[in-house]
């Protein structure tokens, strides 16, 4: 099928249509608002992985690879599923175009090691940078650089964008900061840990009820339950796009409330005031 998109592709992009806008890949929406944001929307945005997907399992469509081919600029989260099993193809498809990998930037966070009995290997690096407004103050160079750089155009509009847009995610940064200073409790639990580089960057503990990707086992899930008694566990998160029984069940056994979030929506700002938000009712 992958073979079969590509060439697809290619074929389309023989005949060269004249006249294609301006255009940047991403991999999930909130990278789509941040260049939204600098780009003053004068720069189409083409996003691989739509809110409400898998970004583990997600498979391009044909009208998004003929998108990506268009592309001057690839900004790529860096240790996604999708990207881990496409990257060195879609790379092929454009090989003109520039990818960035906004992990090469970060601090990353690796999952514990996993012992299969006769060898042991490093556990996963998480990919959800994005999710931490800490993180992304120093990403937003990141961004505008390979922006002014595939589109020199557009530096006037960018460099005149770009301190409203650095105070905005300053402003999430510094309310996180205080309000992790205020909150009586700290941990908080979560079906697919999407929120550690944000529990790391403001001393907060996320509880993961899954575990190395997978539906928690029963005895886990019995662990989960007696944990979450034991700390007095008051909210659980759980991704729109998730199956909600095995967080329902625990918010039965245990009292804590069901919050759903959306780590892949565009409005990023939005989700980060609505965590901060969730934080100050269930932690304080």
Request: negative net charge; glycine residues 8%.
């Amino acid at each position: 099928m992958l073979a079969a998109l590509l060439v697809g592709v290619g074929l389309a992009s023989c005949g060269q249509r004249e006249d294609i806008p301006p255009m940047v890949s991403v991999s999930i929406q909130p990278l789509e608002y941040f260049v939204d944001r600098l780009s003053g929307q004068e720069i189409e945005v083409n996003v691989m992985v739509p809110s409400g997907a898998s970004h583990g399992t997600y498979s391009p469509t044909a009208l998004q690879l003929q998108r990506l081919s268009d592309s001057g600029l690839y900004l790529r989260i860096g240790y996604l599923g999708y990207e881990q099993a496409w990257i060195n193809r879609l790379g092929e498809l454009n090989p003109g175009m520039k990818v960035v990998n906004l992990s090469g930037h970060v601090d990353l966070i690796r999952g514990e090691e996993v012992d299969h009995g006769d060898h042991v290997h490093e556990g996963g690096i998480d990919p959800h940078i994005w999710m931490s407004p800490a993180v992304m103050l120093d990403l937003l160079p990141v961004i505008r650089d390979a922006i002014l750089e595939a589109f020199p155009a557009f530096r006037e509009t960018v460099e005149e964008n770009y301190p409203a847009l650095q105070a905005e995610v300053e402003q999430l940064h510094l309310a996180f900061s205080g309000l992790s200073e205020t909150l009586t409790r700290k941990s908080f639990m979560i079906f697919h840990p999407a929120l550690t580089y944000l529990a790391r960057d403001y001393g907060l503990e996320q509880v993961s009820i899954e575990h190395e990707g997978k539906e928690p086992s029963p005895a886990r899930l019995a662990r989960m339950i007696q944990n979450a008694r034991e700390l007095a566990t008051p909210v659980i998160f759980i991704q729109e796009e998730y199956d909600i029984r095995n967080a329902r069940l625990i918010s039965e056994e245990t009292g804590a409330t069901i919050v759903q979030i959306n780590p892949l929506g565009y409005d990023w700002p939005a989700a980060m005031h609505e965590l901060a938000e969730t934080f100050k009712a269930f932690l304080q």
